[in-house]
């Protein structure tokens, strides 16, 4: 099974951006997204990009959040521009269904911590 790994969390004041970075252990040909749990609550999704490279985005990151992949490099990305606080969570990636079910084992996720 694939095994993915998340980096480029951290601490980011409102409005600031990071951009994080999933890497796959080997190739990955299905749709892969990007989701973000916090304590209490359900893990949600966040961000999808399918295989031939169409997104999906929740409502509360469009126009901010952009999804990206290298297939070549095996690796996925997540622009986070315009960060509010309330974006702060464990974000994890995740090969996923073109609907945007996970299919794969979880990682340790990286913590976006949005704060003044």
């Known amino acids: 099974q694939v095994q993915l790994v998340e980096s480029g969390g951290g601490l980011v004041q409102p409005g600031g951006s990071l951009r994080l970075s999933c890497v796959a252990s080997?190739?990955?040909?299905?749709?892969m997204g990007w989701y973000r749990q916090v304590p209490g609550k359900e893990r949600e999704l966040v961000a999808l990009?399918?295989?031939?490279?169409?997104?999906n985005y929740a409502d509360s990151v469009k126009g901010r959040f952009t999804i990206s992949r290298d297939n070549a490099k095996n690796t996925v990305y997540l622009q986070m521009n315009s960060l509010k606080p309330e974006d702060t969570a464990v974000y994890y990636c995740?090969?996923?269904?073109?609907?945007?079910?996970?299919?794969?084992?979880w990682g340790r996720g990286t913590q976006v911590t949005v704060s003044s």
């Open positions: 080997g190739s990955i040909f299905s749709a």
């Open positions: 995740n090969v996923a269904t073109d609907w945007g079910t996970e299919i794969g084992s």
């Open positions: 990009i399918r295989s031939g490279g169409r997104t």
